[in-house]
Nanobody, 121 residues
């Protein structure tokens, strides 16, 4: 499966953005899909995941603000980000695997390119 992430940009604190991870080649619902982010100068970190059965999990830092969802008809996974904070500034990447690895980024077989989200205060 090939993944294409998009939707990043510059937003004011408190604003919203929606990221998209479009899949091609295979049906994305056959995979567990996750969003990771890498803030400037920091390590990559887990943001959210949606399992094949539709169950979702979130990092504590985004719980209640971000929502991961999947549109099977569009073969796309989304990350709706609300109440954005400057500390959410990062390059966001989507990943997928036939197994559910949650936060273990190194286990995911498929990755899309990153999309930059910048939140200004």
């Amino acid at each position: 499966v090939q993944l294409q992430a998009s939707g990043g940009g510059l937003v004011l604190a408190g604003g919203s953005l929606r990221l998209s991870c479009a899949a091609s080649g295979r049906t994305i619902s056959s995979y567990a899909t996750a969003w990771f982010r890498q803030p400037p100068g920091k390590e990559r970190e887990f943001v959210a995941t949606i399992y094949k059965n539709g169950i979702t999990e979130y990092a504590d830092s985004v719980k209640g603000r971000f929502t991961i969802s999947r549109d099977n008809a569009k073969n796309t996974v989304y990350l709706q980000m609300n109440s954005l904070k400057p500390e959410d500034t990062a390059v966001y990447s989507c990943a997928a695997d036939s197994e559910s690895y949650r936060a273990y980024a190194f286990r995911y077989a498929y990755w899309g390119q990153g999309t930059l989200v910048t939140v200004s205060s």
